[in-house]
């Protein structure tokens, strides 16, 4: 699988991943940050204190009004983003393969982040943590973050609150994290996002859904399996079951995209059918991702 062409890698230079809120980076980067210093931004005014560095004393202050005035400035810093891709049993359907398209989504994103010299993480998740793929920075990285992504292989049944647990179980910078999964999770989708809420991290939802999910077309009678657990059902298929599982699919989308816009994140749809290019240089841009 080639994940990205070179001319569309060229037409991602001119982006860069957005967030909301100032950053928590440690490293100079692309991002407003929380701390204000010596950085390039004028910000405000506030009185001087004794051991503030008199370098962003205002004389023209001192000399006008008699006052010792400290000017602020907004320093830029680097984003940690961490990049969570279902590799769950789930995700190995659909032409394309869904596990494809999110891969293509976390290289495009992660290409982003490295050009403009932020941290990436990436993690591969099932039920737990499947693959790890350590902090890197800078464009040179961009090859390693391809040839993971690449080499991901389905397996095992979804439990995002397991894989969110055991990343952050251990200090993490406050960042953005990007979740990209069907969300086909039989915990549902709240304890898993709960996580993600205790730490204050800002939150991307990436809803990878195909078409053969959305409009099945199946045989009258028809034997279902689990991809995940291997159960079997037997089913009649009718126009009144149809009905049915429309209707809970769109409750599923629907309690997904709430969630998210409730406390402030974004929420994306990524439709397999829709060319990727499109997802990422229109779709992902107009949600304001993007710029």
């Known amino acids: ?19 909301r809120r100032p950053v928590h980076g440690q490293l100079r980067g692309a991002h407003r940050s929380r701390r204000t210093g010596a950085g390039m931004v004028f910000t405000d005014f506030r009185p001087y204190s004794v051991g503030d560095d008199i370098r962003n004393i205002d004389w023209g202050i001192y000399l006008r009004m008699d006052r010792l005035i400290l000017k602020l400035f907004e320093e830029e810093a680097d984003l940690p983003i961490y990049l969570f891709v279902d590799a769950s049993l789930s995700m190995d359907y659909g032409e394309p393969r869904k596990l494809d398209y999110a891969c293509k989504i976390a290289a495009a994103l992660s290409y982003l982040a490295l050009l403009n010299h932020d941290r990436v993480n990436l993690v591969a998740f099932a039920d ?25 292989p389905p397996s095992g049944q979804t439990s995002l609150q397991s894989a969110l647990r055991n990343f952050f179980s251990v200090p993490r910078t406050r960042g953005l994290v990007i979740v990209i999964s069907d969300f086909l999770d039989p915990d549902g989708i709240e304890p898993a996002f709960a996580v993600l809420r ?15 999910e959305r409009e099945p077309r199946l045989p009258e009678d028809v034997v279902l399996v689990d991809a995940e657990d291997g159960t079997a059902s037997e089913l009649e298929v009718t126009p009144s079951l149809l009905e049915a599982y429309r209707q809970t699919l769109q409750r599923h989308v629907g309690e997904i995209e709430a969630y998210a816009r409730k406390y402030g994140w974004a929420y994306v749809q990524a439709r397999t059918e829709l060319p990727f290019e499109d997802l990422m240089l229109k779709v992902l841009r107009e949600e304001g991702l993007l710029r």
């Open 1 to 19: 699988m080639t994940l990205l062409s070179e001319s569309f890698l060229r037409k991602l230079d001119v982006l860069s991943v957005v967030t």
């Open 198 to 212: 205790r730490f204050r991290h800002e939150v991307v939802a990436v809803h990878v859904m195909s078409p053969e």
């Open 128 to 152: 737990g943590l499947q693959r790890v793929f350590p902090t890197r920075r800078g464009k040179n990285q961009a090859p390693q973050v391809f040839r993971f992504l690449e080499s991901i």
